[in-house]
């Protein structure tokens, strides 16, 4: 956007807010702030060169030739795409086997807990039972504890069940949620009892109303968590360097850090390639699921 | 949205398909359908209940109970009682590492938020729609890379001969900056690289708090002559403080449990200036296999992070305006 322009709709930026309501109050004020416009907008550029830089470097660095990697300056623009670094990650290690393991951590892990957390999330808002409280309260103050504080017990159940060094050791336990289950109580708590009392009336079971009814409207709550735990769990490195130690098993960000390690600073180029691969699966949920993802941001701040 | 549009649909289909052919509804038996309700109640938590009993409220027991007995995992442990604990308030290394962890924490958190308000402020202003959206993306790109990931590029970034960031400074005349072989500098390294990655996070919450700041409110203090900054700091600031204490609290409850990348770029080094609280306890309990004490660091970690928050709602209370 060029100055001229961001000059000129300084005036009506002013008083719209971003809000589309417009009311020409503040005309006078209108060459000052149009040049705190041009500054703000200079600082966003800058920040976001910031933000990107370093993504960017990542992607054009993994399409240099191993040997031109740490040659600097940087190359931003691949003008001669050397894709060699992205057959040598697989040949290198087996990122396609680490790929595929961290692909059956996370959908299990996502499934299992859309299932338990949408479960709970609608008795704790819908149905009464006795203890309901006491038992979300618990719930509740268990989102507070650090990963790192349950980890040896965990480790050890994990043992005792034979578990030890399996992918079921990563999933099993994150199968349930006080988190999840506390999102979609919310969102269920925001839904009319009218529709299945009406339901209820006409026949419907308990189990017709919330799967027929309110389940069905819970989708985009159901999206926000799955997105939220994709994420997280796509990313993990704490648990699986704890859990896992053959190599066939390690989910991709444990395995990129052994590559890291293995090859020293030889080869950045193919380490960046398997970095990049990686990332895919995240960038392709983004784009096609921001809001989810924005959703996840702001959905535990209702609190 | 689609869902409210489908709602009375799903209803009518609910009738149709879920239902049994209806009888007519009696009260008498209510106290009956009470207990059914409750059973049905019981039946749906049941899942989660399992797994969050097993593996969280079980081991949150556990690892207290484990913080009062010496465990190598070999030999059958023995009770030790308060001994692990005073054994924390005389261990240098394990202090050292408390310390540097609240200190790079408190770094990071003051950095995320000044970061993500300011941002937040100057995208705010913005009318077009792409603009927003495309500063939206681009601060929250970094958080799809998972933190090994990003200690691996930052990595090769900061290198401090053959990385990007000191070749750039050194165009500039700043040359051979210790980014991460000297202790402050990997500990600077290191905030700037977590405040890099999760402001966006900030940057998203503090933008959809400031987008429900009433126009209203903004107009009377346009009329009254409020500059840009005065409505800033008198009427958007006040209102979205709830999100910002909600975002001091994430951000620094993260930030205790700061592990990932320390243990990747530096192992904890230079000599231990990164050795933060849980890479101390990652050492003591899956290295050095003293389970009981690492138990006890854990312990004291989840106290400490509660004394803060505790600490942060208090000190908040004067602070933060409530609607």
């Known amino acids: 956007m060029s100055a001229t322009t961001t000059a000129m709709s300084a005036t009506t930026t002013i008083v719209t807010e971003g809000r589309g309501v417009s009311r020409h109050t503040a005309g006078r004020r209108r060459r000052a702030f149009g040049i705190g416009k041009i500054v703000s907008l200079i600082v966003l550029i800058l920040a976001a060169v910031f933000a990107l830089g370093p993504l960017l470097w990542t992607v054009t660095t993994s399409l240099r030739s191993p040997a031109d990697a740490f040659s600097n300056p940087p190359q931003w623009i691949p003008f001669q795409a050397d894709f060699s670094n992205y057959t040598a990650v697989f040949e290198q290690i087996p990122i396609g086997q680490f790929f595929v393991n961290s692909v059956i951590v996370t959908v299990l892990i996502v499934v299992g807990q859309t299932i338990t957390c949408t479960l709970s999330g609608y008795a704790f808002a819908m149905i009464s039972f006795p203890g309901k409280n006491v038992i979300f309260g618990a719930f509740l103050a268990t989102m507070m504890v650090p990963l790192q504080t349950i980890i040896i017990p965990v480790f050890l159940i994990i043992k005792t069940f034979g578990l030890n060094d399996s992918l079921a050791s990563l999933i099993i336990p994150a199968l349930g949620s006080a988190f999840g289950t506390f999102l979609m109580r919310q969102y269920f708590m925001q839904m009319p009892r009218e529709l299945g009392e009406a339901a209820r009336i006409d026949g419907a079971s308990q189990w017709g109303v919330f799967s027929h009814v309110y389940a069905r409207m819970a989708a985009p709550a159901i999206s926000t968590l799955a997105i939220l735990n994709f994420s997280g769990f796509w990313a993990e490195f704490y648990r699986p360097l704890i859990f896992l130690q053959s190599q066939s098993n390690f989910t991709l960000p444990l395995g990129l850090v052994g590559l890291q390690g293995n090859l020293g600073t030889g080869s950045i180029s193919v380490v960046l390639a398997g970095v990049v691969i990686a990332m895919i699966p995240s960038v392709l949920l983004f784009i096609f699921a921001q809001r989810y993802f924005i959703a996840g941001v702001t959905a535990g701040s209702s609190r | ?323």
């Not at chain 2, 209803?11 to 007519?24: F, I, M």
């Not at chain 2, 933008?207 to 107009?219: F, G, I, K, N, R």
């Not at chain 2, 009377?220 to 001091?248: E, H, M, Q, V, Y």
Request: proline share 6%; with cysteine; charged share 10%.
């Open chain 2, 1 to 323: 949205m689609s869902a409210p549009l489908t709602a009375p649909h799903a209803a009518a289909r609910a009738t149709l398909r879920g239902a049994k052919p209806s009888r007519p509804v009696r009260r008498p038996g209510a106290r009956r359908t009470a207990r059914r309700e409750a059973w049905f109640g019981f039946a749906m938590i049941g899942l989660a209940m399992l797994f969050v009993t097993v593996f969280t409220f079980g081991p949150i027991l556990a690892s207290l109970g484990l913080s009062f007995f010496d465990w190598d995992v070999i030999s059958p442990p023995t009770f030790a009682g308060l001994a692990n604990y005073t054994r924390f308030f005389s261990d240098g290394p394990v202090l050292q590492a408390f310390g540097v962890t609240i200190c790079m924490a408190i770094a990071i958190v003051v950095l995320q938020l000044t970061f993500g308000l300011g941002l937040a402020v100057l995208v705010n202003q913005r009318t077009s729609k792409f603009g927003r959206t495309f500063f939206r993306t681009a601060f929250y790109l970094p958080l799809l890379a998972s933190t090994a990931a990003v200690a691996i590029f930052m990595g090769y970034l900061f290198d401090n001969k053959f990385g990007a960031i000191n070749y750039y400074l050194g165009l500039l005349g700043i040359s051979g900056v210790p980014w991460l072989t000297s202790p402050f500098g990997a500990q600077v390294t290191i905030v700037l690289i977590v405040v890099w990655q999760q402001v966006g996070f900030t940057f998203v919450l503090f933008v959809s708090a400031l987008m429900a700041v009433p126009t209203d409110v903004l107009e009377a203090s346009s009329i009254d002559g409020a500059g840009p900054l005065r409505t800033l700091f008198r009427i958007k600031i006040p209102l979205i403080s709830p999100t910002i204490l909600f975002a001091a609290v994430i951000a620094l409850i993260n930030a205790m449990q700061l592990f990932d990348q320390p243990f990747i770029m530096t192992k904890g080094g230079p000599g231990s200036a990164t050795t933060t609280a849980t890479i101390a306890m990652y050492q003591t309990g899956f290295q050095n296999l003293q389970f009981g004490y690492s138990s006890a660091i854990a312990i004291i970690l989840l106290l400490l992070i509660l004394a803060i928050t505790g600490l942060q709602f208090l000190a908040s209370r004067k602070l933060v305006f409530y609607q």
